[in-house]
């Protein structure tokens, strides 16, 4: 069964960066698109990137487009978010997820099956 870990979280200033990166156990993340999810506090769950299996695409949420990148090296068995300029407002629990198999990026949270445990970042002064 794919189980999926986050890491790279942390707590920073405004305008520092984090690269939090999801990994899979036992599993080919190749097969798998990835997408990235956050929830601030007193907020729902909102995805904020996605990328398919072969990197052919990318998407992002306005309030990320511009800023954060999302990739994947599949020699490594890894997808990667990196968030550079992080303001106050990203604070969030950052989740990633796949849908099932060979499936490209959905747009609804409902069609992903597997979680992380998620990872905290805290962009505070």
């Known amino acids: 069964q794919l189980q999926l870990v986050e890491s790279g979280g942390g707590l920073v200033q405004p305008g520092g960066s984090l690269l939090l990166s999801c990994t899979a156990s036992?599993?080919?993340?190749?097969?798998?698109?990835i997408g990235w999810f956050r929830q601030a506090p007193g907020k729902a769950r909102e995805g904020i990137s996605c990328i398919s299996t072969s990197d052919s695409i990318r998407k992002y949420e306005d309030s990320v487009k511009g800023r954060f990148t999302i990739s994947r090296d599949n020699a490594k068995n890894t997808v990667s978010l990196w968030m550079p300029n992080l303001k106050p407002e990203d604070t969030a629990v950052y989740y990633c997820?796949?849908?099932?198999?060979?499936?490209?990026?959905?747009?609804?949270?409902?069609?992903?099956?597997?979680w992380g445990q998620g990872t905290q970042v805290t962009v505070s002064s």
């Open positions: 997820a796949a849908p099932p198999k060979n499936n490209g990026c959905p747009g609804a949270e409902e069609m992903f099956d597997y």
């Open positions: 036992g599993i080919t993340l190749g097969s798998y698109s």
